[in-house]
Each structure stands twice: as C-alpha cells, then as structure tokens.
C-alpha cells in the first residue's frame, strides 16, 4: 500500500524502462498496410494498391503456443501458430490486418515468418507496442 499522496507508479515508470525494453528487441520487422482500392486491367486481372510500410525497426517475438494448429497439406502437415510482437513504443499505429514480415532474427527460423495482426494489447503502462499475429500460410 503506497503512503497517502502517492502513487503506485513514479510517473516516469514506462519512460525510464523503454530504453531497456528496446535493447531486448533481438529481431527485425517490417510491417505494412495494404491500401485501399486497386486497378482492374482490361482483362479483368485486378491489382490491389501497393502496401505502405507502417513500420521497420527492432522487434521481439514470443510464440504462443496455447494457439497452435495442426493443417493437412496433402500428405504433409504444417503447425501454424500465434505471435506476441513488440516493438518500440513510439511506432506509428499498428491497425488489425497490418502484415508483419520478420526480416532478421538470432533464430534463424524466424526470418521466413510473414504474420497478420489479429489483436492490439492496450495498456495505461507500457514500455513497448504489443499486439498479437497469426502466421500467415507460406
């Protein structure tokens, strides 16, 4: 129980751990939005709107694997799971549907990852931007 008149928190709490939260982002991503409309060419072929990158910087990664699944692929099976991402506190907004592309990783195996944003984490603290991923189909 903090003393009367103060708080929990000293009001620079999530300033002075950002920097800190920064250093453990080992990973890099881009991340983009898909933009409105398109092109149809004479052949009906239609081309989406070129992604805008919303975002390219340190990341972290975390799986979850509460929320992994199992797809059959013909005679193969893939595991397709679920990603908390971080990245720096001061990125642009991140909106659900942004793709995320991991572009370098100590796990190697990250790099090939491309995931969708399926949920943004809110809180009144934060040192970082959370939101979680689906992975995306290879």
Known sequence: ????????F?????????????TAMTAECV???RG???TTAADGTFTP????TVYAG???L??????ERLLARGETQETHRRYQVSIRHDAAEVKLGDIVAVTAAVDAG?????????????????WQRDFICDELEA
């Open 1 to 8: 129980m903090p003393l009367p008149g103060t708080g929990l």
């Open 10 to 22: 000293d009001p620079g709490w999530s300033e002075f751990h950002r920097p800190t939260a920064t």
């Open 31 to 33: 991340i983009t939005r």
């Open 36 to 38: 409105a409309g398109g």
């Open 49 to 52: 709107a070129a992604a805008t």
């Open 58 to 60: 340190p990341a972290r």
């Open 62 to 67: 975390v799986a979850l694997w509460t929320n």
């Open 110 to 126: 990250l790099v090939v990852r491309r995931l969708r944003v399926i949920d943004i984490r809110y809180g009144s603290e934060q």
